[in-house]
């Protein structure tokens, strides 16, 4: 029944989609404030229209949540699902083959069957959209066997704090069994998996201050402290000979995986080959003693993300700026605190500075990171539901990339989320030519709807 229904409207499924994507619903970017909205009107549309009863846009001090809700019977169990549908900046815009905006499909190396291309076509609004179309396929098909409350936010790109203040604001609107996600991705197509852990977030921007203003860089080049020259020492000073983070005390809680765990983590199909070709790497890179694998899941990290000062036009001109800027993200792991962390950056960014210039730091957004146990209901229900649609049992794998607001859902609503995501490392997300197969976004229609059974069938 139900795949039948997909089958006959799989060319609507993947159009509407198509609608959603054309709205540029760029959270960070004032300029697109009214884009955001639009995109907020149209996911409210599309549960209405799938069934969904309740719906509303329940504003908050930033963009909105899109709410809505069917509760078929209350003595069954509650699936809150969970996702954004606020997408990345595009740029850089040049590198795109076609407009971010306007949706193409192709067909890949990877996605023989085509992909769609178009910023958020998979972080987040064509796997958030996955569980709009099979609501619908499920309402229509009379086979709803959980009550559903949507809950889909407008600034996961941009720190979800809002979406903070909505949940604290309405936990008796949002009480339920399990959370629902599908934000994050699967090994490959043939071998699915299922998220157990995120990484948790520190986000700070420095700013080295030299001279009061910019100088001639043979007149006083040698005599005074040149800031990008400083900043840049700095922060190569941040790590050392084996990659390890220097920050004094930034490792003291990170929790230690027993070699048990380790050798569970490497059984996981990986092929290094394959990830440096793909990249384009002569070699990988990391903290020494640690795989690929663990060195983008279970370790922190510290990146910069951007670096600024100084003259960057055409040609050459010769100054010694006055100023210098970075934007530094370090990933968390378990036991991390990002406020924590946070302030051992200052601390030490500060103390390693040379008095011959002035550091100021700035924090940015942070979030915690998320582990989620595989002996629950939630977890077993999806890896029923993905062994049943994939012919093969999903592998639990923890991922580098971080959703903050998942560990604020267990403070505050205390519920476990599971992460069934069905996007690709190389579905470009936040980058140029972002990207979703189109088998992916019928297998997550797919496999959503039993979730739902099998969620229903273990909380008898
Ligand atoms: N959906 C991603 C996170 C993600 C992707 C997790 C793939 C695991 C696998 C999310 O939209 C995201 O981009 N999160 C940001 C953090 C946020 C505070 C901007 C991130 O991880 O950089
Ligand atoms: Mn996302
Ligand atoms: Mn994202």
């Given at each position: 029944m139900q795949k039948q229904y997909i089958e006959e409207n799989k060319d609507r499924f993947l159009e509407e989609l198509k609608d959603l994507l054309r709205i540029p619903s760029i959270s960070a970017d004032s300029a697109y404030a009214g884009d955001v909205l639009k995109t907020a009107d149209a996911v409210a549309k599309s549960l209405v229209d799938a069934g969904v009863d309740n719906v509303e846009i329940c504003e908050t001090p930033g963009f909105p949540v899109v709410y809505?809700?069917?509760?078929?019977?209350?003595?069954?169990?509650?699936?809150?699902?969970?996702?954004?549908?606020?997408?990345?900046?595009?740029?850089?815009?040049?590198?795109?083959?076609?407009?971010?905006?306007?949706?193409?499909?192709?067909?890949?190396?990877?996605?023989?069957?085509?992909?769609?291309?178009?910023?958020?076509?998979?972080?987040?609004?064509?796997?958030?959209?996955?569980?709009?179309?099979?609501f619908e396929v499920m309402n229509k098909t009379n086979s709803?066997?959980?009550?559903?409350?949507?809950?889909?936010?407008?600034?996961?790109?941009?720190?979800?704090?809002?979406?903070?203040?909505f949940v604290e604001r309405n936990k008796e609107k949002l009480k339920c069994d399990v959370i629902l996600i599908s934000d994050t991705g699967i090994l490959n197509n043939d071998n699915p998996s299922i998220t157990t852990g995120l990484r948790g977030l520190s986000y700070v921007e420095v700013k080295v201050t030299g001279p009061n203003r910019d100088l001639h860089s043979g007149l006083y080049g040698g005599a005074v402290a040149n800031p990008i020259n400083i900043l840049s020492k700095m922060i190569a000073s941040l790590h050392d000979e084996n990659n390890h983070i220097t920050i004094p005390g930034f490792y003291?809680?990170?929790?230690?995986?027993?070699?048990?765990?380790?050798?569970e983590m490497a059984k996981a199909p990986f092929d290094l080959e394959k990830y440096k070709k793909a990249l384009d790497l002569g070699d990988v890179w990391g903290e020494k003693g640690y795989s690929t694998m663990e060195r983008n899941s279970i370790r922190p990290t510290l990146d910069v993300n951007g670096i600024w000062g100084g003259y960057t036009g055409e040609g050459a001109k010769t100054v010694i700026a006055s100023e210098a800027f970075a934007k530094i993200s370090m990933r968390l792991v378990p036991g991390q605190e990002p406020e924590a962390i946070t302030k051992l950056f200052v601390d030490h960014f500060k103390s390693i500075a040379p008095s011959a210039v002035k550091v100021e730091v700035t924090p940015h957004h942070g979030g915690d990171p998320y582990v989620s146990p595989t002996d629950n209901p939630?977890?077993?229900?999806?890896?029923?539901?993905?062994?049943?649609?994939?012919?093969?049992?999903?592998?639990?794998?923890?991922?580098?990339?971080?959703?903050?607001?998942?560990?604020?859902?267990?403070?505050?609503?205390?519920?476990?989320?599971?992460?069934?995501?069905f996007g690709l490392d190389s579905d470009a997300i936040h980058s140029p030519n972002e990207h979703y197969g189109l088998f992916n976004y019928f297998k997550g229609i797919e496999t959503i709807p039993l979730f739902h059974k099998n969620f229903a069938k273990l909380n008898k």
């Open positions: 809505g809700d069917k509760i078929i019977d209350p003595a069954l169990p509650t699936i809150v699902v969970y996702g954004h549908y606020d997408v990345q900046p595009p740029d850089p815009m040049d590198l795109w083959e076609s407009g971010p905006f306007e949706p193409v499909i192709k067909k890949t190396a990877i996605h023989p069957e085509g992909a769609i291309f178009a910023r958020g076509a998979c972080d987040d609004k064509g796997q958030m959209y996955m569980h709009v179309k099979a709803l066997a959980c009550n559903v409350k949507f809950m889909i936010e407008g600034e996961e790109e941009i720190g979800s704090e809002n979406l903070a203040w003291d809680n990170v929790e230690v995986l027993s070699d048990e765990e380790r050798a939630g977890y077993m229900a999806a890896s029923m539901a993905m062994e049943e649609s994939y012919g093969k049992k999903p592998i639990p794998v923890r991922s580098g990339g971080s959703i903050p607001i998942v560990a604020l859902f267990e403070r505050e609503l205390k519920v476990k989320s599971i992460l069934m995501g």
